[in-house]
């Protein structure tokens, strides 16, 4: 269910108040304490939490990975009927994010992630016909719109593809951007700008790809875009301060999992002494 329809927000409050009240063996008329932040069990071991599910962020990095399919599936009879319905922008690649009175659907839904999901992926320049110049990630460095604004005040040509400024000769090949004027008062920016473009050069013959940042090989886990939103969503300075969290002394021992639940809580300062009976 959560990986194709959106949850709404009072099921996912009513579902986290069933895992709190479970953790905490807090159910009916038997009260418990819940002793840690739910914000904090939420947590990837390694931060101090104890890696339960944000139900909320999780479905939102399960449909992100439509988003991931509607960027690599292009041909696929899904796709091409939601293109249709929907639109498309930036040489086909990006999904349309429409405000027609139609738009109220499940794929409206999943495109409102995409302001999330956006910045985790970059291009990989084949052909180059099919990114945009200025407007995608292809540079290492950056946008390019980004990093060398006064330049792009001055393309002829904003919506440019990365294969209209590459120049394919007999002997070699060369980048020529055309610019509105010939002459330019920062020398050093056109120096910097055309040794960013050097970093990297069409192919000229294999298609355009996307790559996912988050893993190493470059390709969309549900787990990384996950990771990445819950470290949006909650510092980890918020959480911990500046002190780090000794993970592996508490979970990875041979001691009883109730015994390491107990030195958990004890090193978030949770644990049931008097000062903290006081303080409830």
């Not at 002394?249 to 009976?277: C, M």
Request: glycine share 8%; charged share 20%; hydrophobic share 40%.
């Amino acid at each position: 269910y959560l990986s194709l329809f959106p949850l709404p927000a009072s099921v996912a409050h009513k579902m986290e108040a069933l895992q709190r009240n479970f953790l905490w063996g807090s159910f009916g008329s038997d009260f418990k304490f819940h002793l840690v932040r739910w914000n904090m069990v939420k947590q990837p071991f390694t931060i101090g939490g104890l890696g339960v599910k944000d139900l909320r962020l999780f479905n939102e990095a399960l449909l992100g990975k439509w988003l991931w399919r509607f960027l690599n599936e292009k041909g696929k009879l899904w796709r091409e009927v939601v293109a249709l319905k929907y639109g498309t922008t930036n040489f086909g690649w990006f999904p349309s994010r429409s405000n027609g009175s139609y738009g109220c659907s499940l794929w409206r839904y999943i495109v409102k992630g995409w302001e999330r999901f956006y910045p985790h992926f970059s291009f990989e320049v084949g052909e180059g016909t099919t990114i945009s110049f200025w407007h995608n990630q292809w540079s290492g460095e950056g946008l390019l719109r980004n990093l060398f604004p006064s330049l792009f005040a001055l393309a002829q040509n904003r919506e440019a593809s990365v294969a209209d400024y590459w120049v394919q000769g007999n002997v070699s090949s060369v980048w020529r951007p055309i610019f509105v004027r010939d002459s330019f008062a920062d020398d050093d920016t056109l120096v910097r700008f055309f040794s960013v473009l050097s970093e990297t050069n069409p192919d000229g013959f294999t298609s355009d790809k996307v790559r996912w940042k988050l893993e190493p090989k470059g390709c969309f886990s549900v787990k990384s875009f996950y990771l990445k939103l819950l470290s949006l969503n909650y510092s980890t300075r918020e959480i911990l301060g500046d002190q780090g969290f000794p993970c592996k002394v508490i979970w990875r021992t041979l001691a009883p999992v109730k015994v390491s639940f107990f030195v958990w809580e004890a090193s978030h300062g949770k644990i049931l002494t008097i000062d903290n009976l006081q303080k409830r």
